[in-house]
């Protein structure tokens, strides 16, 4: 008697998309690889089997796709029906394989490791985010060694049915929230001013590091009051090379009699060093220069790409711009430009992020509360191990953008170091700090059906004491500055079912009541100009919106 033959197990493709640059791609793939291991057991303990759709490349030592030309060749060979999973322990550029996953019909799931120093899930938040801009369906997981619950039920659930819903009770429309009544009339004066008297976008080269999310449509734009000038970091870097050493000296000496202290050496190749420092005050000021020129309200430079080439990396440029006091900068008929205010700049030319500081810094200026404000990559969480607290603590970490008021100490308290060689070659120092205790406004702009949205909530951020800190920062990346928030009614799950975006934003007011008071004023502001707006979580009491 013959036995009956066994159904062969379900086929899974796997792409594993990688950075545009070989050393960061060289550097990750072990833990990447480590990674899809981990997976593919996790797949076939289902009885499905996860095969590679592109090989393994022994002389670029990866198995990336590290280009947009590359991914058309590897989704030209891939069966546009079939079940696929995009599979991330690294930071990815979305273009490289958005086109494929557009045209795919199968069920795609993108997964992503939970760690800080393999981010993963902030590569697949900017996939998520610009899979969503572009309309595709797609399902999301993601784990720190795929073998928990939460993971293996919705694993299971996508090769069962191609979709996994995550619920979002979290999320409220403002629709159906109480806008206090001070609020409202803030935010409709605010719109009318903003209609009356429109605003500039400064876009130094759009479309950074693959993110199509960040890409704010022109036609989605406009009804806001905000229109885009397109300008070019060919022009900046001219224009830095204008500004003399004495005025570059100048706001150098700014820094340090502020107390901001920088880590120099004398290695151009490996340390900080002062000609770097002040290449980045040179940029600084011309950037201000240049935003006065074109009368941008707000300012973004595309930070990782051209410049990196040209000149030391912006951070300094940047977390100076979005501070209040920061070294003066003449204009050509000598007045100093934006005297006493921030200059909100958006890292890595992330518009939605620009369109989300433009709105912050008015909303907070009218109410009196502090302007300043920043994106920060949505980098990783984790418990505190020291137990001084029992919420689940967010690292809110990036490289360019963070102001030096956000920081215990303020200038005191802010330190400079170089950025890694492995991804700037010209060094350049960073804007390093603490975050200050505090309350806070987390948002985020995002394009999803056709339409401008944002999500608002709040937070708190919190002091850990030293030892846990620098364990998060080495976790990440020790030379950038930090923040540890606790969100107020929003798990990490349901942050990372709903959050859209690599990138989330950030502002302090001066009590949970202010807090309260901005946020709606914000999310007011917003639906008065046509975006639709969700409210996440709670207050800082656990009372709803």
Known sequence: MKKPRRSPSPKVLLVANGDLRQGANEKCWPAQAAMERQLAAAVAAHGAELIRAH?????????????????????AQINPAAPLIVAESVWQYSHHILHGLISHRGPILTVANWSGTWPGLVGMLNLNGSLTKAGVAYSTLWSI??????????????????????????????????????????AAKLATELRTRKAIMGVFDEGCMGMYNAIIPDELLFPTGVYKERLSQSALYYAATQVTEEEARAAYDWLLAKGMRFHLGQDEETELTERQVLWQCRTYIAALRLADEFGCDTIGIQYQQGLKDLLPASDLVEGLL??????????????????????????????????????THRVHRALGQ????????????????????????????ISGSAPPAHHIGGFKGTDSHRQPPMYFRLGGGTVRGVAKPGEIVWSRVFVANGKLKMDLGRAKVIALPATETERRWQETTPQWPIMHAATYGVTRDQMMARHKANHIQVAYAHSAAEADLALYTKAALAAALGLEVSLCGTKANGQPF
Request: hydrophobic fraction near 35%; include cysteine.
């Open 322 to 359: 979005n501070n209040s006091d920061r070294p003066p900068v003449r204009d050509a008929a000598g007045k100093i430009i934006r005297r006493g205010d921030a200059l909100p700049h958006f890292n890595e030319v992330d518009e939605c992020a620009g369109l989300d500081g433009l709105l």
């Open 370 to 397: 502090p302007v300043e404000n920043t994106l920060h990559d949505l980098r990783w969480g984790d418990y505190d191990r020291s137990q001084t607290t029992d919420d689940y603590v967010w690292v809110f970490l």
């Open 55 to 75: 090989p393994y490349h022994p002389r670029r030592r990866h198995g990336f796709i590290a280009s947009q030309k590359e991914g058309m060749e590897v989704f």
């Open 145 to 186: 060694d795929f073998t928990d619950e939460f993971f293996q039920r919705g694993l299971a659930q996508w090769l069962k049915t191609g979709r996994v819903r995550h619920p979002e009770r979290h999320v409220k429309p403002l629709a159906r929230c109480r806008v206090p009544s001070r609020a409202s009339r803030a």
